[in-house]
Each structure stands twice: as C-alpha cells, then as structure tokens.
C-alpha cells in the first residue's frame, strides 16, 4: 500500500459528477480553476518547448478554441504565452462565434483580447476555414498549437469541422509542438475517432482514463499532470487506479539526522555486471550514489575489479568468481554470503548476462536475504522469480519485452494479483502495479529511451529501498518519479539526441530541490 498523496484518475462520467459537485454552480471559483489550468498550460509547453530547439525570438502560436471550458483553458493558456514572451504572436480558431460560447469562454477571449489585441488575429468560424488555415502557414509555421476543441463532454461521430481541422493539423508539417488539453479532440469516452495527434496532453486537475488507455498511446504523446488541488479531501480513496502529483519529489527533501553515520542512510548490496556488459553495473552504481545511498558493495566478475575501482572508488567493489564467459559463478555464493547480513536491501540484474550458472547465483542470493529486493534486467527471468521464497520483498522493474517473458502474455493486472510484488512496469507512462492498486507517474522525456537509463533507476530505486524510510511501493513511485523528472530537465536543457544516459545522473539534483 502507499502511504504517499496521490490523485485518482477518473473516467469523463465522474470526472463530469465530481466537478459539478466541486465548483456547485460558483462561477468565480470556476474561473480561478480555469486561470490556473490556463496559465499551467501555458507556462508547461514553454518548458517542454525547449526539448526541440530554444523558442524563437518572435514565435507564433495556434490556439483551437471550442466553445465549451476546454477553449477557454486554450484561450488563458495563449494569453499565458504571449505575456511571457511579449514578441509573440498568436492566430485563433474559434469553433463558433464568441456570442455563442459558454460565459466563461467568452470572458477568457475578452481578457485575451484586452491583453494582446494587436498580437492575435481570428480566423471567422463563418469562413473557409481550411482555406483560411492554409493562408495562416504560407510566410512561417507555427511554433506551438493549444488543442481546446473539446472537452470530457465530447461525443461522437465528430460533428463538421472538427474532422477536417484534425486532418489538417495532423497532415501539416507547419506546426512544431502541438499540446491537447485534458485530451486529444478525437479522443473520448466512449472511444476514439480519428484523433488529433499531440506531443504533449496536458491533464489539468483530473486525469482522465481515456487518456491512459494504450489503445491512444500514439494520439496522447507525453501526458503531464498539472494538479488544481481538487483533492485536497480526496473522497475518492476507493478508486485503484491513481497518479502521483507533480510535487510528490517534496516527499525526498528532508534534512539529514544530525546524528548518525554513512549506515544511516542505507547500506545497499549489488549484484551486477559481466565482462561484455560492465557498464550497465556502473551506471546503477552511480545511480545509486548519486542518489544518497550510505554505503554501496557491488559484487562484479573479478575481472572487472581493478578498472572498476579506479573509475569509481566511492563504491566498494567485490571482486567474485566467474564463469569463462566473465559472469558471475555460483562459486561466489560463500563469498557474497558475508555481505548480505550487513545489507539492508538487495539490487540484481543490471549487466548480468545470460548464463544460466549466474542466474542460479542470483536465485540462491535473493533467498538467503530476507530484506527488500530489486531485480531488473537479466535477474528478470521465470526460473528465477518463480523459486523467490519471499516475492512480498521483491520490486520488478521490467520493460514490456521482459514482462512479456516473466508473463507470458498474461495482463499486468491479472499477473500482479497472483504474484505478491511490487511490478514496476516502465514505459512512456510507467505504471506501478501491487495487489489491486495501480498508481501511474506520468512525466518523464523520450530522452530515457536510451540504453543505460534503466540501469540508473535501478540504483536510485535501491537506494530508496535500502534506506527504509518507504514502502516497497512509495520507493518505487518516488524512484520513478525522480528519474523521470531529472530527464525532462535534462531534455529541456539540451533536447532529446545529443546527450548520453549517464547525463540524467547530473540532473538528479536540480529535479528533486526545485518544483514545477
């Protein structure tokens, strides 16, 4: 179970229910939310700009504004980017006439207006609208597009225009970065209908399921959740299926005892590495200093040894037996067995190989030690995990190919309730899976899809279990949240290719001390 604040997510219907029950008709309080989803729109794309390219001196924006409370959130977040950036300019899509949209759409445009009337130009919903579009791209692209065609309301079929505004926004290689707000127009509750494609969805006070569900995986592009304390007295303790805020990182910012020592703060035993795959056990050995553990011993083929020392002499390298192939030997299980009294968590997997004397090794260690347990990578086999004697230990951190070899096609949901761990699933939007509960960390950067970034989790993940201070569960939550959060200010910092996994460890600081 988790102990952290987290947010349930939703379907439209209760996500509909629970803000008319929310706001109870207060149009003033409606409109604080709307400003304040508004301008996190606005101020989050800027951020998630800067993974391309910097933003221009005088960039252009397109906002597809619907006539509900989705288009004024597209309406407030432009307003946001044109007071940051004063050189912007902006072109608006209106749906229908301003007369015609709901009262608090129609105040957003006229604060918009009010703002930068010489800086946006409207496009007449009576006119050609692709014709219109068509002209708006002939001199320069756009640099950004706010998606607020529709909202949780939406249904299908998709009523003209809003088809062909999809189809051209999707076609066009005019427009840069495009940004949806709660979800792609397309994207519904009751299924999906040739939808716009974004980059980025913006989930503002609520996370919705349609959002999560994989079949809009390529529609939904990165989700950011952007909290409106809607759940400050969460009611919604019954919903399985929740997300960790934005600001969960707080949990980790507490100042160390004034008394204690290194044994303090975790002693962390690794198992990792082989001679053709030594890197992977050093970059989870940084992670795992980098991010605070006391004391760390890593059990690497003897082989590596003396390389691996000078390289990183903050980690205490235990030279083991190993196999002619350089893994590790089961002949190393006397040795390792001296370590693991003094341990207060155990991590396996990160460079192992394939040998099947290793993962014999690694079957042997997990059940002599009775403390927390991370196994990734090359530790994530059947032969392994079905022997463990206390699986209700064990953290997994697979990606879908290992979890399809641990689980043989059978859904992460069913898997999880017949196996009594913590299944850390990791993708675009990583999942954290124990019993019933299903949490989700959303963030994170394609930067991560590198090899050598799941090794860095490992460590950081390790560390937080070796110090005791969470569950199996919050560990791995905050893990992943952390990771993630140190790649985005990565990306934003140097884009998406020009860098190297190691590059995250830098960034690990920087995400945990500031907010965003």
């Known amino acids: 179970m988790s102990n952290l604040k987290t947010d349930p997510i939703l379907t439209c219907e209760e996500s509909l229910a629970f803000e008319k029950k929310y706001f109870d008709g207060d149009e003033d309080l409606e409109w604080q939310a709307m400003n304040k989803a508004g301008e996190g729109v606005g101020d989050a794309l800027l951020r998630d700009m800067r993974e391309l390219r910097t933003i221009p001196h005088r960039p252009r924006v397109l906002a597809l504004a619907g006539k509900g409370h989705n288009g004024g959130d597209a309406l407030i977040a432009t307003k946001r980017f044109l007071r940051t950036i004063p050189t912007a300019r902006a072109v608006i899509l209106p749906l229908a006439n301003w007369e015609d949209c709901r009262p608090l759409t129609r105040r957003a445009w006229e604060e918009l207006e009010d703002l930068a009337e010489k800086r946006i130009e409207v496009i007449d919903p009576s006119t050609d609208l692709m014709q219109e579009l068509e002209k708006k791209v002939e001199d320069r692209l756009f640099d950004a597009l706010f998606d607020g065609l529709l909202g949780m309301q939406a249904k299908l079929p998709l009523r003209d225009p809003i088809p062909d505004i999809i189809k051209w926004v999707n076609d066009s290689d005019k427009i840069v970065v495009r940004a949806s707000i709660d979800m792609p127009t397309g994207v519904t509750g009751a299924g999906t209908e040739n939808p716009l494609r974004a980059d980025f969805t913006y989930c503002t006070g609520i996370v919705k399921k349609p959002v999560l569900d994989s079949v809009n995986a390529e529609y939904v592009g990165r989700i950011r959740y952007l909290n ?9 303790q ?116 394939l040998e099947k ?33 206390n699986p209700q230990n064990v953290v997994i951190t697979p990606h879908a190919g290992e979890f399809e070899r641990l689980a043989a096609g059978t859904d992460p949901k069913e898997w999880i309730r017949e196996n009594p761990c913590t299944l850390v699933l990791k993708g675009s939007h990583s999942q954290i899976l124990q019993g019933q509960q299903e949490m989700y960390c959303l963030g994170g950067s394609s930067v991560l899809a590198r090899g050598g970034s799941g090794d860095i989790l490992t460590g950081i993940m390790a560390t937080l279990l070796a110090k005791k201070t969470y569950s199996l569960m919050d560990a791995a939550c905050l893990a992943v949240q952390w990771h993630g959060r140190a790649a985005e200010v990565l990306a934003r910092q140097h884009g998406q290719e020009a860098i190297l996994a190691t590059e995250i460890l830098n960034y690990l600081s920087f995400a945990l001390r500031n907010d965003f």
């Open 228 to 236: 409106l304390d809607f759940f400050t007295d969460d009611k919604h």
């Open 238 to 353: 019954e919903n399985k299926s929740r997300v960790l805020p934005s600001n969960a990182l707080r949990e980790l910012r507490r100042l160390r005892p004034v008394v204690g020592d290194k044994r303090s703060h975790g002693h962390l035993f690794m198992l990792a590495g082989s001679r053709e795959l030594g890197g992977a056990s050093m970059m989870a050995a940084q992670g795992a200093l980098k991010s605070g553990v006391g004391l760390l011993t890593v059990g690497i083929p003897e082989s590596l040894h003396a390389s691996f020392v000078a390289q990183l002499p903050e980690a205490m390298w235990v030279p083991l037996p190993e196999t002619p192939n350089g893994c590790l030997a089961l002949e190393g299980l006397g040795k390792i067995r001296q370590f693991l009294d003094r341990a207060t968590a155990l991590a396996a997997g990160p460079g192992l190989g």
């Open 357 to 389: 004397e290793t993962h014999s090794l690694v079957r042997e260690v997990c059940n002599l030690f009775d403390g927390s347990t991370l196994l990734d990578a090359d530790a994530l086999r059947p032969e392994i995990f079905e022997k463990l004697k």
